[in-house]
């Protein structure tokens, strides 16, 4: 079972960046796909970012490609998410996730990939 602890949430205004963190209890390419999730009040948790770990292929959800990079750091045991331009509407509860199963890309965002959860850290956005 593999341990996940997410770091670097904040409150910036719109248009700030923030840089996240997720520390794994093990080597990152142990799991298939890391991934990046966020969950507002009300609305359901809902894929961010991921990376399948053997490649290092990265997917992002239609509201965030182009201000958001997802990466590893394989020495480090590390996944990171960049979050630039960031919006009042990328306020939410962000979780690092763990899949140990190859899926096809198309599931890479679906919470369903995963097995591990961290607790999450909250990243709140003003305007």
């Known amino acids: 079972q593999v341990q996940l602890v997410e770091s670097g949430g904040g409150s910036v205004q719109a248009g700030g960046s923030l840089r996240l963190a997720c520390v794994a209890s093990e080597a990152t390419t142990r799991s298939n796909y890391m991934g990046w999730f966020r969950q507002a009040p009300g609305k359901e948790r809902e894929g961010v970012a991921a990376?399948?770990?053997?490649?290092?292929?990265?997917y992002y959800a239609d509201s965030v490609k182009g201000r958001f990079t997802v990466s590893q750091d394989t020495a480090k045991n590390t996944m990171s998410l960049q979050m630039n331009s960031l919006k009042p509407e990328d306020t939410a509860m962000y979780y690092c996730a763990a899949g140990r199963d190859y899926v096809l890309g198309t599931f890479a965002l679906q919470t369903s990939t995963y097995n591990y959860w961290g607790q999450g850290t909250q990243v709140t956005i003003s305007s």
């Open positions: 990376i399948y770990t053997g490649r290092g292929r990265t």
